[in-house]
């Protein structure tokens, strides 16, 4: 069952074309990689929430704020929280100059 999930994304990493693949994703670990450690650990039933999990989590829409330790988090369009350990680089590096300010 496992390889009903494993197999298309191995086909995508390495026959779609790079230059198609636009590194766009809100968390560090891209969506692709994430569901296929998530399946090859945990299983067919896990991979297939992890997938779930990701199509409804990265959207636009998402909000990001400081907690009160200082470190930036995203509020997702489902109310979820990533923490900045999980955030892109991408994503977090234009916000990187209001963390001095906010000292």
């Not at 995508?12 to 809100?26: E, G």
């Not at 009160?68 to 369009?77: A, C, N, T």
Request: with cysteine.
């Amino acid at each position: 069952m496992r390889l009903l999930l494993l197999f298309p994304i191995y086909l995508y990493w390495h026959i779609w074309p790079s230059a198609l693949k636009k590194r766009q994703c809100l968390f560090k670990e891209s969506c692709s990689h994430y569901i296929w450690r998530v399946t090859s650990e945990l299983g067919f039933s896990a991979g297939c929430k992890a997938l779930v999990d990701r199509y409804y989590n990265c959207r636009p829409g998402y909000r990001v704020t400081m907690n009160d330790k200082g470190e930036f988090q995203i509020r997702l369009v489902t109310g979820a929280v990533v923490s900045e350990q999980e955030i892109a680089d991408a994503v977090i590096k234009p916000y990187l100059g209001l963390k001095d300010l906010a000292r």
